[in-house]
């Protein structure tokens, strides 16, 4: 179910930064033949694109708006978010961090992992570097406003719906955060036996992507491909009843 007290956020949030009010209250299909053309071209990313300017520069505006979310999720609404520094996931499912969002105004969220190249930057002794605090914000932003599950179809759509909050370049940066690792995780090469079926593997079996600073191509980043169409389909399919 979705938090009407982070929807509203997000679209305040949209109007302070001059951004287009989001489209809410959708739930996009998650497509296996796309995702595995997304997975195969993170695959084909390099760790580091060092080959055009772009990259390092959405990544950069990446990293300043994920800072802006993050302080005003925190302080201008209020939402306390503390990093999780015990074994394992701090929720079972994405219904418990939903609940302790929703019921709390309270979050927590992952600090371990490998370190990201250009992310884990932080000018403090504190666990909040810029790859944790954009973990969070997509957890809220992404996830708990609209409702969307941790599996492949809530990812793409958390994607879809945090696309919205970000500046073209930014965008892009997020892409591959989100869209691209999500993708190789659930439709990478690992997940398929030689003759193409797909393993019946469970997540603590799947490995997570590797971490790359590098873009997708345009394909896969356009989010406002991927929201006109399902819309196209859904008013065709509201004709057709």
């Known amino acids: 179910m979705h938090n009407i007290y982070l929807q509203f956020g997000a679209q305040i949030y949209n109007i302070q930064q001059g ?7 959708n739930y996009v299909p998650c497509d296996e ?22 990259a390092c520069i959405a990544y950069t505006h990446f990293a300043v708006e994920v800072c802006d979310q993050f302080t005003f999720l925190t302080k201008t ?3 306390t978010v503390e990093p999780w520094q015990h074994p ?10 939903m609940a302790d969002v929703a019921n709390n105004m309270h979050l927590y969220v992952f600090a371990g992992g490998t370190d990201h190249a250009l992310l884990g930057y932080t000018h403090t002794a504190s666990h909040w570097n810029i790859n944790v605090k954009f973990r969070a914000v997509h957890d809220l932003f992404g996830h708990a406003a609209e409702g969307y599950q941790f599996g492949p179809r809530g990812e793409e759509n958390a994607w879809l719906a945090h696309s919205q909050m970000f500046s073209p370049l930014a965008q892009k940066a997020l892409t591959t955060e989100t869209r691209g690792q999500n993708a190789w995780f659930n439709f990478g090469s690992h997940n398929y036996s030689p003759d193409g079926k797909r393993r019946a593997l469970s997540p603590a079996q799947q ?28 008013q065709s399919r509201g004709s057709a009843a």
Request: glycine share 6%; hydrophobic share 45%.
């Open 19 to 25: 951004f287009a009010p989001i489209v809410q209250d």
């Open 88 to 97: 394992g996931q701090p929720y079972n499912n994405s219904a418990g961090m």
């Open 207 to 234: 490995p997570f992507a590797v971490q790359k600073i590098a873009l997708l191509p345009d394909e896969f980043t356009n989010w406002q491909s991927v929201l006109s169409a399902y819309l196209a389909d859904q």
């Open 33 to 54: 033949t796309v995702g595995k053309a997304i997975a195969d071209a993170y695959d084909a990313l390099p760790l580091y694109d060092t080959s055009t300017i772009e």
């Open 77 to 79: 609404m209020g939402i």
